[in-house]
């Protein structure tokens, strides 16, 4: 997230840092809501900025975004990282509002609220959740049954060349929604 931020919002995070203290506020939830309402900032980076602020404004990604995607695809599931790096580059391909928000088991997809999200399920597979309103489970894509509650459809990846036309359309779908 670091790493797309300037490209993404047109600042660094240091200078976006910077927006943060100018807020005149002390609490975290403040500051984020300060952060989306006064300059668009979209949750995941605005909770990104705070984070970097509360630990004294250090720049280098500590404990969070590329670290938790890197432990997700680490050891047995390092194989899998072409299929979560396929999705990323097909959701960001629909526009500059995608965050990409990284947690310790999955990867949530968000616009204004989460559309899909990457979990790297087994060492041969990653689920990918799709929120799909009024959408009838068919083939692959599957109802997401127990695996998530934050999504609608669960579409089970085992090679990069499964994220398709038809997972990017249910993806794009997905998104347009939100």
């Known amino acids: 997230m670091i790493q797309n931020l ?3 919002t047109g600042k660094t995070l240091e200078q976006w840092i910077e927006v943060a ?7 975290h939830g403040e500051i984020v809501k300060f952060l ?15 984070h970097k602020l509360k630990q004294g404004g250090a720049a280098a990604p500590a404990a ?26 097909t959701v960001e391909s629909f526009g ?25 399920s087994t060492k041969d597979r990653v689920d990918l959740g799709i929120q799909l309103k009024n959408v009838a489970p068919s083939g692959r894509l599957e ?3 127990s695996f998530n509650a934050m999504v609608s459809h669960r579409v089970r990846l085992s090679d990069a060349k499964e994220v398709d036309r038809q997972v990017r359309d249910w993806l794009k779908q997905a998104y347009d929604a939100g």
Request: proline content about 3%; aromatic content about 6%.
């Open 6 to 8: 300037k490209e993404k």
């Open 21 to 27: 203290r100018s807020s005149g506020q002390d609490k």
């Open 36 to 50: 989306k309402d006064r300059h668009g900032l979209g949750h995941g980076y605005a909770n990104l900025v705070v």
């Open 64 to 89: 969070g975004g590329d670290d938790l995607v890197d432990a997700q695809y680490a050891g047995a599931k390092a194989g899998l990282r072409p299929i979560y790096e396929a999705v990323v580059r």
């Open 96 to 120: 500059k509002d995608v965050e990409i928000s990284p947690k310790k088991t999955c990867v949530s997809l968000r616009r204004s609220k989460q559309f899909a999200l990457i979990q790297a």
């Open 143 to 145: 109802a997401s049954g």
